[in-house]
C-alpha cells in the first residue's frame, strides 16, 4: 500500500489488480484491472506522484497513469519476480530487484514506451530481496537470500 498525498489517496496492489481509495472517507476510487497476466508483487509512485509503477511474477516493470490506469511504459524485463521498486525522481531513474539476483536502474527520463537500461548489477548469489536508496548520497543497498547487504555507489 502507498499512500499519495498529491490526490489524497491511497493504492493498494492486489494480484491481479490495483486498487484506489480516497483517503478521507474510505470509498474505493478506480480499480486497475488487466495490467498483466501474472501477479502483481510491487509498486511504487513517481517523485510528482502522478505515474505508478509495477512489478509483477514474470519479471516486468511498467508504469501506469494513476489517474485512469493507462499503461505509459514497459522496461527491462527481469527474469524472475521484481521483488522492489525504487523511484530516484532526480535522475529519473526506476530501480528495481529480483529473485534473478539482479538490480537494475532504468531510465525513465523519455516519453518513449520503453525505457532503456540504464545500469545492471549482479553482485548477489540469491534472490534479491529488497532495495533501498538514498538519493541525497546516490547509495543504494540490497539484501538478498544470500545474506549479504550489497552497498552500491
Not at 521484481?82 to 516519453?111: A, F, P
Not at 548469489?125 to 544470500?146: E, R
Amino acid at each position: 500500500m502507498i499512500y499519495n498525498p498529491v490526490f489524497y489517496t491511497f493504492i493498494t496492489a492486489h494480484p491481479k489488480c490495483i486498487k484506489v481509495w480516497d483517503a478521507c472517507n474510505g470509498k474505493l476510487v478506480s480499480v486497475f484491472r488487466d495490467l498483466t497476466t501474472r501477479d502483481i508483487t510491487c509498486i511504487c509512485l513517481d517523485e510528482r506522484k502522478w505515474k505508478l509503477f509495477v512489478g509483477d511474477s514474470k519479471g516486468w516493470v511498467f508504469s501506469i497513469n494513476i489517474k485512469n490506469g493507462a499503461k505509459m511504459k514497459k522496461f527491462e524485463k527481469h527474469d524472475q519476480d521484481v521483488s522492489s521498486l525504487y523511484y530516484w525522481g532526480e535522475k529519473n531513474i526506476i530501480i528495481s530487484s529480483s529473485w534473478d539476483q539482479k538490480v537494475r536502474l532504468s531510465d525513465d527520463s523519455t516519453s518513449d514506451p520503453e525505457g532503456l537500461e540504464w545500469y545492471l548489477m549482479e553482485k548477489h548469489d540469491g534472490s534479491v530481496n529488497f532495495i533501498h536508496f538514498k538519493p541525497w548520497q546516490s547509495l543504494c543497498a540490497s539484501c538478498g537470500d544470500d545474506g549479504q547487504v550489497i552497498i552500491y555507489n
